[in-house]
Every structure is written in C-alpha cells, then in structure tokens.
C-alpha cells in the first residue's frame, strides 16, 4: 500500500476518509480557499496526492505533488483535473505549471453543492468553453472538446438555480472536465483576463466573476456559429440565456477604470476573435456597474 496526502474540502471530508481506507500512512489537508503562496510551502512526502473536490483543491494538490504522483477526483465543473497548471492568488494571480493529474471519476460520490459552489463552477467551465472556441489559438481538437463541453452545459442552464440529481451533476464535472481539456490547448481570454483582478480587488469567487461577465463578452464578440450551440438562433438570444441563467454578485464600489487598466496587462485578453481596446472594455464594465 502506498502512503498518501488526501486533499479535500468541507463538502467532501467524509469521502476523503472512505479514500483513506485504501492508502497506509495518511495525512489530510483541507481546503477552505483558492491557493496562495503559503501552498507552494508545503513539503510532500507521501507517495500520491490525491485532490478531491472542486479547483481549488484540486490545483492545490497539483501543486503540492510536484513531481509525485496526483489523483484528481473532481466533484465540480471546474476542470482543473484537465490541466498542467495550478493558479495562485494573492496581489497578483499567478499560474505555475504542474503534472497533469490522474484523472478519476467516481460516478457513484454524493455530490451535494451548495448552489452558489454549483453555479460558479458552471459558468467558469462555461467561460472555459466559449473563449476556447473563439480563441485565436483553437485548433480541430479544442474546438471539438468546446462544443461537447457546450452542448452538455446548456442542458442543464435553466435548471442550475434547482435541485439536480446525480446524474445531472455527474454530466456537468463531465463537460467541466472537456472544457478543461479545450483551455489546456488554447488558454482562456477575455473573459478570465478581465475577471482576474475582480476576484483580487473585491475578493470575489472567480467562477461567480466569470459568470457575471460572460454575456457581456459574448454580446462584444458576436461570434458566429456560437448560439447554434445553444439550439440559439442569436447572439442576443443568447446573451438573454446566460444572463436568465445566473445570479450575479454585487459589487460595491466598483472601480471601472482601475479594472480595466489592470485585466489589460494579461496578454491572453486578447487572445479572443476580437480585439478589446480599455476604453471598450470600460465601457462593458460600466453596463455591469449599472
């Protein structure tokens, strides 16, 4: 038997314990933030780590592992079981480079997300999607794993904010997991570029952030063949789904300008079909702000 780290969250502890059965010699960490740099830290010697949860548990267990061995059991859309990154926040957001984890799904876990867990994670895996497909960086395979990723979401779009079974929850980590598998080829955008210094100024949940965002980004890029994905005949159709969909947070207080300037300084934010200029981006911010 192989001596294991078991890395988890609130909502999954008592599974982290029926892992532990199967390992000898093991320690927990729990979860309760994104990753800092406090995580980078932490000195691993157990033979595997193994993150069980949604992002940030698991990009905090790629990120202890190193060069060991990570198992990744998602229980969210995040999809970060899907990349060879990890991101760490703190002043600035910071993305270091891991091994791509073990992937293990287990269909059978009780997933029981708080709807504020659930509808982050969706629409980050959303975002995930919809800027790998209009990314300039798509190819034939990104592109196929975008629209699997979309077609899977968009069933369950006008249920989020109601009871989903285990089946629903088990297709939604499956369409995080294919829009983790498009952005480890293309990498995010706009959207992510932008939500980035939200989530560090006004300590906002990143997928909460990203939901908030997207139907702007959407209407701004306009991209053709987006809403057939959707079973859409519109981008404005579409803009009115994903904003019926979510629940946006409440900022207050919030500095246009300054978060402009600062998502401008993230190359990727142009890395989308179409260009943003500050002044653009200003005035999407200030249609959020209301």
């Keep these: 038997m192989q001596s294991a780290l078991i890395v988890y969250s609130k909502h999954t502890r008592e599974y982290a314990k029926l892992i532990s059965k199967r390992y000898k010699d093991v ?13 980078l830290k932490i000195k691993n010697n157990k033979d595997v780590v193994i993150g069980i949860g949604g992002g940030s548990v698991i990009d905090t267990a790629k990120i202890i592992s190193k060069d060991k061995r990570c198992i990744a059991i998602p229980t969210t859309a995040a999809g970060a079981a899907m990349t060879p990154y990890a991101t760490i926040w703190g002043k600035e957001k910071k993305s ?16 029981n997300l708080p709807l504020n867990v659930m509808q982050s994670t969706v629409f980050d895996a959303l975002s995930h999607a919809i800027e790998s497909f209009w990314s300039k960086n798509t190819t034939p395979q990104s592109r196929n794993y975008s629209k699997k990723a979309i077609r899977l ?13 285990k089946n629903d929850i088990n297709e939604l980590i499956t369409a995080g997991n294919l829009a983790g598998q498009a952005i480890a080829i ?6 992510h570029a932008t ?10 949940d990143h997928g909460a952030v990203c939901g908030m965002l997207l139907p702007y980004f959407v209407e701004y890029m306009d991209f053709q063949g987006l809403p057939k994905l959707f079973k859409l ?6 803009v009115a789904l994903l904003k019926k969909s979510f629940i946006p947070p409440k900022i207050k207080n919030f500095d246009v300008k300054l978060i402009a300037k600062l998502a401008m300084k993230y190359e990727r934010i142009n890395q989308g079909h179409r260009k943003i200029s500050q002044e653009s981006l200003e005035k999407i911010l200030k249609k959020i702000a209301g």
């Design 153 to 165: 979401l968009n069933k369950h779009l006008n249920r989020i904010n109601s009871h989903l079974n």
């Design 233 to 238: 005949d519109s981008t404005k159709e579409l």
């Design 186 to 191: 293309t990498q995010t955008n706009v959207a």
């Design 27 to 39: 320690s927990f960490l729990e979860v309760t933030k994104p990753p800092t740099e406090e995580i």
């Design 96 to 111: 270091v480079t891991t091994k791509k984890p073990i992937l293990k799904m287990d269909y059978e876990l009780l997933k």
């Design 195 to 204: 939500s980035y210094p939200i989530t560090i100024e006004y300590g906002i």
